[in-house]
């Protein structure tokens, strides 16, 4: 049984995100798609909203062979990791700027579980700029957003600013 875990922040779920997990499906039988509940952050959805939207938007991209599963988690990766039992943690790679904080979780999440291996992917490149962050603050703004979040993400992000109004 290989099972991964996919951990981010998710907010809110884009296609980029997307992109990683249809990549990673052929290559685990479980992935457990984390979502993280930090505290500190000033989030435009709840955990509760995030995991329900991503629950709602992963039949897109079942395949029927790897069991994907949406959860929250809190404190240390790499004891959530192992807590899960999992054997790898999967990470999306967009462009160079990313890779420095990458390796340096990476290589800190090896020295505290060094039987988890963290494997990076690429999504495509048309996602390469796609941020959960970029996406929040363009759609504030009034830009569109179309096909690089899911359209469910795309109108909850419009009741949420309707909301504000
Ligand atoms: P974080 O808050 O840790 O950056 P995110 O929710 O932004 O978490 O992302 C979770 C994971 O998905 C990270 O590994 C991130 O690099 C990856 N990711 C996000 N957007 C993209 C994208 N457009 N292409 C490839 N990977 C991505």
Excluded: W
Aim: charged share 25%; net charge neutral; hydrophobic share 40%.
């Amino acid at each position: 049984m290989r099972r991964a875990i996919f951990p981010g922040s998710f907010d809110p779920l884009t296609n980029g995100h997307l992109d990683i997990i249809e990549r990673s499906v052929n290559l685990f039988d479980e992935i457990v798609i984390a979502v993280l509940n930090n505290s500190d952050k000033n989030p435009m959805f709840s955990v509760e909203e995030r995991c329900a939207v991503i629950k709602e938007v992963l039949p897109t991209i079942d395949n029927g062979k790897c069991h994907l599963i949406v959860d929250s988690f809190q404190g240390l990766l790499a004891d959530y990791a192992k807590n899960r039992q999992a054997q790898a943690i999967v990470r999306g790679i967009r462009a160079i700027s990313d890779y420095e904080y990458e390796l340096r979780m990476a290589l800190m999440n090896r020295r505290l579980e060094p039987k988890i291996e963290t494997v990076f992917l690429m999504a495509a490149e048309e996602y390469s700029y796609v941020s959960s962050h970029l996406m929040k603050q363009v759609f504030t703004l009034g830009g569109r957003v179309e096909g690089l979040v899911p359209a469910l993400v795309e109108a909850k992000m419009r009741e949420k600013l309707e909301n504000k109004k």
